[in-house]
């Protein structure tokens, strides 16, 4: 066979191999856009009643993760494009948004610490009013001042989230991500270790630290890739904005749902409506903004909807205990016993739901740091 055959067979082969390549490459981006569309139109069905609901929000943070998990199998099955510019700066940007997303993490969590320290106030509350117990005027003043402190740490403040901001822990230990993202440019064996000698810059954040101005950071010049940058990644960019616009979505609703430090939800989502997974993101944006505005939801420190059941117990037993005189009627005792046990379904609710979806953030947490291409 002469030189000139194996040289056109060797072109030939190469050509077979870009295009297998690039068939491959779309048809895991057609497939991680309707994904993607699919969860946000599962997320968009549900009621009111159950949106920002904890089962909601769990719902929400597996959808991000198994997100971040395809985009991160697509960089590695493309590594080499990744890596190439303008993909480089593309990618670098996001792993920008993603680390001020870590310090939302924590301060989420530092919120479902604080609705744990209403529980048990909630207790104090349930055991004091307990049908098994004769309930006479100092129960009910244990109750009463129970109600009252429990009243007293919901009121959406920002005094009140300075405690939170002097507490602050991360989920990793003492390094920061800066740091990891520097080692893993350096160090190719350092992608190896265990997430857990990261930490956040939020390891101590200062009184006036705002989450309302990180989701503000997040969401600064996003928009969607430039036709240019589209053809000189392959496509590559398309998903990079997708997860962008899905981390700011994921970030935004979760502290319009958890107390956080100056939780202000006046941000815009702008995303063109071309994408098939821009029309259920907008709908769930608009309608955690309804629900925000209205009167009763103006000064809550959380749209959860286990928050807004606490509200209403707390408002109906304050109501309750205050037209008490002893000894109780038997009718009296029922109407007790009825928002006693109202109380305790939301307990329980918040008993069963809560430590999973800390859970879910500190996975969340990790999973942002493990996306690096690559680790």
Request: include cysteine; aromatic fraction near 6%.
């Amino acid at each position: 066979m002469s030189a000139t055959t194996d040289h056109l067979m060797s072109l030939r082969g190469n050509q077979v191999h870009s295009v297998v390549e690039g068939s491959s490459l779309e048809i895991e981006l057609e497939t991680f856009q309707r994904q993607v569309t699919l969860r946000f139109l599962e997320l968009a069905a549900v009621g009111n009643d159950d949106l920002l609901s904890l089962s909601w929000i769990r719902k929400l943070l597996d959808f991000f993760i198994l997100c971040q998990d395809e985009m991160r199998l697509i960089f590695f099955n493309h590594r080499a494009q990744v890596m190439k510019p303008p993909m480089d700066r593309i990618v670098s940007d996001f792993f920008e948004r993603c680390v001020k997303a870590l310090d939302l993490c924590n301060a989420v969590r530092d919120g479902i610490e604080q609705i744990k320290q209403w529980q048990r106030l909630m207790e104090i509350v349930l055991y004091a009013l307990d049908q098994k117990n004769i309930i006479g005027e100092g129960q009910c003043r244990r109750a009463k001042k129970a109600l009252s402190d429990l009243g007293n740490c919901m009121v959406d403040d920002k005094e009140s989230g300075a405690y939170m901001a002097l507490r602050n822990r991360s989920f990793g230990r003492n390094t920061t991500i800066k740091d990891h993202y520097q080692n893993l440019n350096h160090n190719s064996n350092y992608q190896h270790r265990s997430v857990g000698h990261f930490r956040s810059l939020s390891w101590s954040v200062s009184r006036n630290w705002s989450a309302a101005k990180q989701l503000q950071a997040i969401g600064n010049s996003l928009c969607p890739p430039k036709s240019n940058d589209l053809v000189a990644t392959c496509g590559l960019a398309m998903p990079v904005y997708t997860m962008s616009s899905v981390l700011l979505f994921v970030m935004w609703a979760l502290v319009a749902a958890i107390p956080c430090q100056d939780r202000r939800l006046s941000l815009h989502i702008l995303i063109p409506r071309q994408f098939p997974w821009s029309a259920p993101l907008l709908s769930l944006h608009e309608r955690i903004l309804e629900d925000s505005k209205k009167r009763e939801r103006k000064n809550a420190c959380g749209l959860l909807r286990e928050i807004q059941g606490i509200e209403k117990c707390v408002r109906g037993i304050n109501e309750l205990v205050d037209t008490l005189q002893f000894p109780l009627t038997e009718e009296k005792r029922e109407v007790v016993g009825q928002r006693v046990e109202d109380l305790s379904h939301v307990y329980e609710a918040l008993k069963d739901g809560l430590d999973p979806l800390e859970r879910q953030v500190r996975e969340v947490f990790h999973v942002i740091v493990r996306g690096r291409v690559g680790t």
